[in-house]
């Protein structure tokens, strides 16, 4: 039988039973109230930046997993409904997979060897209900507190990494180096990659197929560092392809580790900010909605520096 790695890496940096057995939120256990009103100290002129890329019929997806782009049908307008008075009323509803643009995995997203994180089996997520346990409302109220950009496309001075990057600890540590600050306990660590800036300026023809991203080797300074969350700019957060099976970080950081992922996030304006005043941390937002069940959720996360 093959030899897996990141199964090796798993062990080695799994938080099964560190918050009790019947844990749901993993890594957002590093969330407290001190780190909240610590991270509102990154609020220095009270700009916001919102994070997510268009929920709609021209995004990323090409049926990936079964996925499609986001169909958004209006079902009232205002030349179908007028009252008496003049009054006149729209409605809509939107058909999408929840993970089909700027998104958060949870904690049943990706698993292994039976198990998701914390021990609950894959039998815990049905056709007819999805999870009954480590469902993506189970995170609530998700991330608040301090997050730090690492800017590794801009530091490589292009405007993207090339498909196949893979993203050493030794590139973190250099671009944080360059933050002036450091990663700590309860931060979300945000990559820029480049990749999103490709896809929005290029289009998202085979921008699916592979990427830049953490090296599986990662996992272990993440683990260290005790950060909450890791987001990123590209489609999946890790290289693709991985060459350790088919997602061996995702399989360690969710898994093992019991962290939410949040990929396709848009770092573009952010980034441009951070890189004009010299500051790369500030207060941010990521919270799921709450789907029973679900095991990932879309996103609009904001960043207020």
């Known amino acids: 039988m093959t030899e897996y790695a990141f199964k090796k890496t798993g062990k080695e940096l799994s938080n099964w039973g560190r918050w009790g057995d019947e844990d749901e939120k993993g890594t957002l256990n590093f969330v407290t109230p001190d780190t909240v009103k610590q991270a509102v100290g990154a609020i220095r002129t009270g700009r916001r930046y919102e994070l997510s890329i268009p929920v709609g019929s021209t995004g990323p997806q090409t049926g990936w997993m079964k996925r499609i782009n986001p169909v958004h049908t209006m079902t009232v307008t205002p030349h179908d409904f007028t ?42 997520v049905t056709p007819a209900r999805g999870a009954v346990r480590n469902s993506i409302d189970a995170t609530l109220p998700g991330f608040t507190g301090r997050g730090v950009l690492l800017d590794l496309a801009g530091l490589d001075g292009g405007e993207w990494l090339p498909a196949g990057r893979a993203l050493t600890v030794a590139d973190l540590e250099r671009a944080e180096e360059a933050t002036g600050t450091r990663l700590t306990t309860g931060d979300a660590l945000l990559v820029r990659t480049g990749w999103m800036r490709k896809g929005l300026t290029q289009g998202w023809d085979g921008w699916l197929e592979d990427e830049p991203g953490l090296a599986p080797e990662c996992a272990g300074w993440i683990h260290e560092r005790e950060l909450a969350m890791v987001a990123a700019d590209n489609w999946g957060v890790e290289v693709l392809p991985a060459g350790d099976g088919l997602v061996p970080l995702h399989a360690v950081l969710i898994r093992d580790m019991g962290m939410m992922l949040g990929e396709m996030w848009n770092l573009e304006e952010l980034a441009a900010a951070c890189r004009a005043d010299g500051t790369w941390d500030f207060f941010l937002t990521a919270t799921a909605l709450r789907v029973t069940g679900g095991t990932g959720s879309p996103v609009s996360p904001v960043a207020i520096r």
């Open 83 to 124: 009252a008496p008075e003049g009054v006149v009323i729209s409605d809509d509803f939107i058909t999408m997979p929840l993970q089909s643009g700027t998104q958060l995995d949870g904690l049943t997203h990706v698993g292994y060897d039976g198990a998701f994180y914390n021990g609950v089996p894959v039998d815990a």
